[in-house]
């Protein structure tokens, strides 16, 4: 934000609080970060206990391949449990 990143360009959700433990698949999620993007300024993404959806792989690539999107994602080490 001290580079003008405004706070809407930053995109943060932990799947495992509340109604984002809903998302179940890879789909909603992608449409639920796409919803949010600036197609003319960069994005950055930030996905915690991404593992909690069932093939978040597939969201975070179609996320990552995009020019302005700069992706992260964090959570335990245990991959399949959900």
Do not use: H
């Amino acid at each position: 934000m001290q580079d003008g990143v405004a706070p809407e360009q930053i995109i943060a959700y932990n799947l495992k609080a509340g109604e984002l433990a809903d998302i179940e698949d890879s789909k909603a999620l992608f449409q639920l970060v796409a919803g949010r993007l600036f197609p003319d300024k960069m994005n950055y993404i930030f996905l915690d206990e991404v593992q909690r959806v069932a093939d978040f792989q597939k969201a975070v690539d179609a996320l990552f391949i995009k020019k302005n999107c700069d992706v992260y994602i964090t959570g335990s080490n245990a991959w399949g449990v959900r």
